[in-house]
């Protein structure tokens, strides 16, 4: 099972929006609404940010958002602030054999 | 507040084994399934092996299956992640994560620990 492929890098203004894209296949990404996103500062455990494609767990900012079209889901962070710059990785549901594979991971850059 | 605490990461040799551990409080830690996952240095997560929340189901990733068992001691709010035949690409941090359900039905991670480092290297 290869990992699921996000750009390498991302970057923005503060107050400007980015997209991060999570490409799968027909056997991840494309067949379950079963892909979440994390956060991961430099040192630190990886934070859920998205769940199920485009749920925000509570305490999360409504500035992230996600979503899912065929094989690639995507986060969006809209009004980028310093405190977003960090490491993003979304991870998908592959099935009972596989169960779970992560995104290469996006290191997100506020210019 | 979840806190999850793992230990056991050391410096090993190709082919050594190792028992890492990760103690549970905060939530009803026999109500939901379990994860390790692991970072290399400077590299991304790689899930490793997931354990039901009573036990009987576990899976694994195909780079640790044969190799590594995941188990849990619900007594303890503990899990266990036996590591055998290591070899240098394990190598990493490993982190023990808690699952939103019993059965890690719904692929998200809600709680992550801080991670135990693994070196394998003669």
């Known amino acids: 099972q290869s990992a699921l492929t996000q750009p390498a890098s991302v970057s923005g203004s503060p107050g400007q929006s980015i997209t991060i894209s999570c490409t799968g296949t027909?056997?991840?990404?494309?067949?379950?609404?079963?892909v979440s996103w994390y956060q991961q500062h430099p040192g630190k455990a990886p934070k859920l940010m998205i769940y199920?494609?485009?749920k925000r767990p509570s305490g999360v900012s409504n500035r992230f958002s996600g979503s899912k079209s065929g094989n690639t889901a995507s986060l969006t962070i809209s009004g980028l602030q310093a405190e977003d710059e960090a490491d993003y990785y979304c991870?998908?549901?592959?099935?009972?054999?596989?169960?779970?594979?992560f995104g290469t991971g996006t290191k997100v850059t506020v210019l | 507040e979840v806190q999850l605490v793992e230990s056991g990461g050391v410096v090993v040799q190709p082919g050594g084994s190792l028992r890492l551990s990760c103690a549970a409080s905060?939530?009803?830690?026999?109500?939901?399934?379990m994860h390790w996952v692991r970072q290399a240095p400077g590299k991304g997560l790689e899930w490793v092996s997931l354990?039901?929340?009573?036990?009987?189901?576990?899976y694994y990733a195909d780079s640790v299956k044969g190799r590594f068992t995941i188990s849990r001691d619900n007594s303890k709010n503990s899990l266990y992640l036996q590591m055998n035949s290591l070899r240098a690409e394990d190598t990493a941090l490993y982190y023990c994560?808690?699952?939103?359900?019993?059965?890690?039905?719904?692929?998200?991670?809600?709680?992550w620990g801080q991670g135990t480092l693994v070196t394998v290297s003669s």
């Open positions: 027909s056997s991840d990404v494309g067949s379950y609404n079963l």
């Open positions: 199920e494609v485009s």
């Open positions: 905060g939530f009803t830690f026999d109500d939901y399934a």
């Open positions: 994560a808690k699952d939103s359900s019993g059965g890690g039905w719904y692929a998200t991670i809600d709680y």
């Open positions: 991870c998908s549901y592959a099935g009972s054999s596989i169960l779970y594979v």
């Open positions: 354990i039901s929340w009573d036990g009987g189901s576990t």
